[in-house]
């Protein structure tokens, strides 16, 4: 999906370090604990349900889910109703699924200790063994009638804002802790004290005035009730931004996503690219990045991508002979690529549409051409490293045309998606049809068609054959919706502390001072002040999900450059591409330990090697802010308006040779291993490659070329024999 992605919270370094060094020591099959545990980093471990308790989740996620599809299909729902639904199914099947105190917490043992000292009767309302305790009893009423407030007296809210009452008070105050409650389950500490340092900032900002440095962002503060009712009630709070971008895209992105696993269509993404691919140099890495590209656009998480994948195609890479640690490197460097391809892309790119007021469709168009770029970056380091090491590819006997034949009609809801929005349709509207396919995809799936063509191997006729038929359709579809609810669930208890942060910087206009001092700071050069920015994301992205820290890093940072003279567009495609750094960057590098998890590698190594190979996500926000063109973006900074062929296709140009340039210099080896002159000279020749001018492009690509034919006239002037029979030894 979208966002979506989805990562959320950020572990300490050591722990994951220790997590995945585990998964090294089994040499024989991938640790499966290991993996959860890694994978609890990015969807915490959810408490085990009796059935009662378990249906009551099963019912609130499917009525939560059919809702929404429902009316994704038809007509939205009232504001505060849309909104209104989800924040309160959200909150009470966390509050029913997430501990208070996590399993792998370390308070757990200590508060498992002092429930052995109370009697039976009280341990077992406070930490019942399958169902929430009497604590989470309480904060789910306490949830249904703050949020039912806020539906029920939605109107009279917004004539008396501004104006509020103790009432309103006294409700957003509950709301509020709410909030930081969900987002301590689920994303742990780090955003629950961000949301809370926000609320404490609003209020005394004042205090500010006098502390050195700190002192540029002071201001008057506000009163107790001014501060809870702003960030509870107005329309960039709790129920504003966020609340409204996940409603009316992003969940159903995610359960279209769902619906797309649940129909087997996943299992195309992976025979397609294996048998385009598969027989090249080094062919099951650049599997591993064409499945990635094909998945990753609508699974919404570089590290359920980089599991989900990975599984497959990071064995098939050591069979092949990559090094454990490459291999582990590849697929989350390619994973984190899906969070930029269309259609789907991730959650912060709705974010974006928002924020921009820009339509969907058109941040789609703009994002294809980079989105490629970053691909074809990584599998051309893929084919270097492989011919570095003299790596061939292996022949699955399946052809390309053959998969096609036999599985095309897997890829229709994709097809469904990019069709309506190309004709004009809203996402949500071309999401629902999608997922209308998938449900015909699930009911001609292979089982039922066996049951259908063979009534009589069943003992009955082909009522009964039917009937077998539609409950199998019935309980896929219910399973699908199920898993879709679960998986909002990590992205959806951002939504209140989301609120808390933007509705205090736009109460605060802190974003105009923050604007400022990025503009001091960088002393007016556009060059270290995108520097500066991908600092400050990179760092962020350490404590709260990427789609968090896009969402926090553009509404602080933007300004500056737009008052630097970038397009608004351009600007925010910046924030966005850097907010995916923390996946594949240490020191915290979630999807990277994951890859090293199931490579059984050293995640140290294999987290540096990720970020070697991902190296051109801190290139492209540079083509962004100098080469506008490359995002189909005008004269006037508009998308899709005022295009100058020549500049756009001069853009296209340089973007691709200099990407193609720069990967391969980048791994030090075209013919062979490169020595440091000749690097030099390359990458000089990279560089020009980029500048968006047909005169620096076509000296960039003779530098690069001689250089080539240099290495290889050099290999054969010493060996006498081929270059590549030399390197393939």
Not at 200 to 229: C, E, I, K, M, S
Not at 319 to 338: D, L, M, T, W, Y
Not at 525 to 552: D, E, F, H, R, W
Request: with cysteine; net charge positive.
């Amino acid at each position: 999906m979208a966002e979506q992605q989805p990562t959320n919270q950020q572990p300490p370094a050591d722990d994951l370090n220790a997590a995945a060094s585990g998964a090294a020591n089994n040499a024989d099959s991938v640790d499966e604990a290991t993996l959860q545990k890694l994978k609890e980093y990015d969807e915490p471990s959810t408490r085990t349900l009796n059935r009662f308790w378990a249906a009551v989740v099963a019912t609130l996620s499917v009525g939560m889910a059919g809702f929404y599809i429902y009316t994704a299909g038809t007509l939205p729902a009232p504001v505060q109703w849309q909104r209104g639904i989800y924040v309160m199914l959200t909150y009470i099947l966390i509050l029913l699924l997430y501990p208070a105190i996590p399993k792998r917490s370390r308070a757990r043992p200590y508060v498992e200790r002092w429930l052995d000292r109370l009697p039976d009767w009280l341990r077992a309302l406070l930490a019942p063994h399958q169902g929430p305790s009497v604590i989470d009893l309480i904060l789910i009423a306490l949830t249904v009638t703050t949020v039912g407030y806020y539906i029920i007296n939605f109107r009279e809210l917004q004539f008396r804002a501004g104006a509020y009452n103790e009432t309103d008070f006294v409700i957003a105050t509950i709301g509020l802790v709410i909030s930081l409650e969900i987002a301590r389950r689920v994303l742990g500490w780090p955003m629950t004290i961000i949301g809370a340092a926000f609320i404490l900032y609003l209020r005394f900002g004042y205090v500010l005035y006098d502390v050195p440095v700190l002192g540029a962002f002071a201001h008057r503060g506000r009163t107790a009730q001014r501060t809870a009712t702003t960030l509870f009630f107005d329309q960039e709070g709790v129920f504003g931004v966020m609340a409204n971008v996940l409603v009316s895209y992003v969940i159903l992105f995610i359960f279209f996503g769902a619906f797309l696993r649940k129909s087997g269509a996943s299992k195309f993404f992976i025979d397609l690219p294996l048998a385009l691919a598969g027989r090249s140099t080094g062919g099951p890495a650049k599997v591993a990045v064409i499945s990635s590209a094909l998945f990753g656009s609508i699974s919404g998480s570089p590290i359920a991508n980089t599991v989900s994948t990975g599984t497959f195609t990071i064995p098939l890479m050591k069979k092949a002979g990559f090094r454990p640690h490459v291999a582990g490197a590849i697929e989350p460097s390619a994973s984190i690529g899906g969070s930029f391809m269309p259609p789907v892309m991730g959650a912060g790119a709705f974010l974006m549409a928002e924020l921009t007021n820009t339509p969907y469709p058109i941040i789609v168009a703009i994002s294809i051409f980079p989105a490629i770029l970053y691909f074809l970056s990584v599998l051309t380091m893929v084919h270097f490293e492989a011919k570095k090491h003299g790596l061939k590819g292996v022949d699955t006997g399946a052809r390309a045309l053959d998969i096609i034949r036999k599985e095309w009609y897997m890829a229709t809801p994709l097809l469904v998606i990019v069709v309506l929005m190309m004709i004009g349709y809203s996402p949500g509207y071309a999401a629902f049809w999608s997922i209308m396919c998938c449900i015909a995809l699930l009911a001609i799936a292979p089982e039922n068609l066996a049951d259908l063509r063979n009534p009589a191997a069943l003992g009955g006729g082909v009522l009964h054959a039917l009937g077998r038929s539609l409950v199998r359709l019935v309980r896929n579809i219910l399973e699908a919706m199920q898993d879709g609810v679960r998986d909002t669930l990590v992205i959806g208890a951002t939504v209140g502390v989301i609120g808390m942060i933007v509705g205090t910087i736009y109460a605060t206009g802190i974003g105009q001072r923050f604007t400022n001092i990025i503009v001091s700071l960088s002393g007016g050069n556009l060059v270290i002040a995108i520097i500066l920015i991908g600092l400050a994301s990179l760092i962020l992205g350490m404590g709260v999900p990427v789609t968090a820290a896009y969402l926090i890093t553009a509404v602080l940072t933007v300004p500056a450059l737009t008052d630097m003279g970038v397009a608004l567009l351009a600007a925010h495609m910046i924030v966005y591409w850097f907010s995916q750094d923390s996946n594949i960057t240490p020191p915290v590098c979630v999807a990277a330990y994951a890859g090293a998890a199931i490579a059984k590698a050293d995640p140290w190594k294999t987290g540096w090697t990720a970020f070697k190979f991902a190296k051109l996500l801190y290139v492209m926000p540079f083509l962004f802010a100098f080469s506008p063109a490359i995002l189909l973006l005008g004269e006037g900074g508009q998308p899709l308006r005022d295009l100058v062929f020549h500049d756009v296709a001069l853009a296209f140009f340089s973007g691709t040779m200099g990407t193609l340039a720069f990967s391969a210099v980048s791994m030090f080896f075209l013919v062979r291993r490169t020595t440091w002159w000749e690097w030099l000279i390359a990458a000089f020749g990279t560089f020009l490659c980029f500048w968006p001018s047909l005169v620096t492009d076509l000296v960039g690509i003779a530098i690069v070329t001689s250089v080539w034919f240099w290495q290889y006239y050099d290999v054969r002037r010493r060996s006498g024999v081929p270059a590549p029979a030399r390197q393939a030894g």
